[in-house]
């Protein structure tokens, strides 16, 4: 405590102390008449208030702080999302790997509801026949044959492609040329509720999908890049 007072934290507080302290003396050895030990009172009853009032921001400041921590960019083990509570949720999702070829399957009825409601879906895959595929394969730590990545590839290509047959659908997909280092699940990216989760491509490890890196607007400017360069490679690719 009296390191803080030496710092200068905290003076308000020593400055209601020695005037309450001077009240109590005032009024116990009747140094002063009345009118001064109600003013002495008066006047340390409002620094203890403005001190507390202090305190009071100090701890609001602590608690955003607090929150912006938890709420920032953070590595995990596990996937930081459901997506079904996610695609009820959002506006516009965005999907992006490899070949997605489980995703569909799984979550084929809460993707379907998702583009029948009008909302938004972008899909990005590897582009089957470009540069993408082989660094796919090659990044494998187990023996991958590139026909079947290709094949892999196309088929989830052609599940998404349902989507896009559905009246007034706006969904979309597309390959990219470009092998980018992360699976992507973002929901309202562009908007301060979004939110944009990362899946690690590991290069020739068992781990091959970790680990995970949930990003938020609490990250401010890595949260704008990571959104731009998805817009980025969006604009690359070429429709499936």
Partial sequence: MFGAFRRGQHVELAVVLLVSLGAVLASLFGWADQKLITALTVT?????GLALLGLRFELTDMIVDL???AAGARFQQESPYELPALLAGSSVVVL???DLARTFSNYGPHLTAFVEAGKELRVMLYDPDGLAVDYAVM????????ERQRGLINDGAADF?????IPQARAAVRFSPAP????VVAADYRTDNGLIC??????RLENYDRPWLRVT???GRWYRQFADELDALWNDARPA
Wanted: aromatic share 16%; charged share 20%.
């Fill in 96 to 98: 992006a790997g490899v």
């Fill in 217 to 219: 607007a609490a990250d």
């Fill in 139 to 146: 990044r494998s730590r187990r023996p991958f044959p590139r």
């Fill in 44 to 48: 340390g009853i409002g620094a203890l």
């Fill in 67 to 69: 929150r912006t921590a």
């Fill in 180 to 183: 980018f280092p992360f699976g």
């Fill in 161 to 165: 492609r349902q989507l896009m047959a």
């Fill in 198 to 203: 990362l899946k690690y491509y590991t290069y």
